[in-house]
């Protein structure tokens, strides 16, 4: 069976990238990071591997920190609109989590098998998603956040 390819991009259309395959793990983050990311209640995570996601067209920047377990964390966003499409994180080596708002129509064609950092989710928001963690499994701070990241 062939398998299914996804396009999508950032909200200039500059950036164009497509997927092919079924992502790793996808899932929901309420998480600080992922909150003033995007200005809005959550993140939407889809996983896959390097091979994958390519990038079609258009230019990313790359935005590189240390989360508060001191893993590296690097967003890339197009360099004319601002759009995060894509972020890697050392915890997940080898694959590249794509934003889950950036895919075209039918943009939630992946299932959301996860959620996670509920304890800085925002009252109004709730989802059929079964697995809930306040936190994550290997979430271990050891560098304080600022004020503005911490919950
Ligand atoms: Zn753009
Ligand atoms: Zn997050």
């Not at 390819?5 to 950036?15: E, L, Q």
């Not at 995570?45 to 258009?58: A, R």
């Given at each position: 069976m062939e398998k299914e390819?996804?396009?999508?991009?950032?909200?200039?259309?500059?950036?164009r990238y497509e997927t092919i395959g079924n992502p790793t793990r996808a899932g929901v983050c309420h998480c600080r990071y992922c909150q003033t990311r995007t200005g809005s209640?959550?993140?939407?995570?889809?996983?896959?591997?390097?091979?994958?996601?390519?990038?079609?067209?258009?230019?990313?920047t790359e935005y590189e920190f240390k989360n508060s377990s001191g893993r590296k964390f690097k967003n890339r966003f197009c360099r004319k609109c601002g759009t995060t499409v894509f972020w890697e994180v050392e915890i997940r080596k080898g694959l590249i989590g794509v934003a889950g708002g950036t895919f075209d129509p039918p943009t939630f064609w992946f299932e959301a098998g996860f959620e996670v950092f509920c304890r800085s989710k925002a009252p109004f928001i709730e989802t059929t998603i079964a697995d809930k963690k306040e936190t994550t499994d290997y979430y271990e701070p050891i560098i304080p956040d600022n004020e503005a990241l911490t919950g």
């Open positions: 390819r996804h396009s999508g991009g950032c909200g200039c259309g500059s950036v209640a959550f993140g939407i995570s889809v996983y896959f591997e390097e091979n994958q996601v390519s990038v079609l067209n258009g230019e990313l």
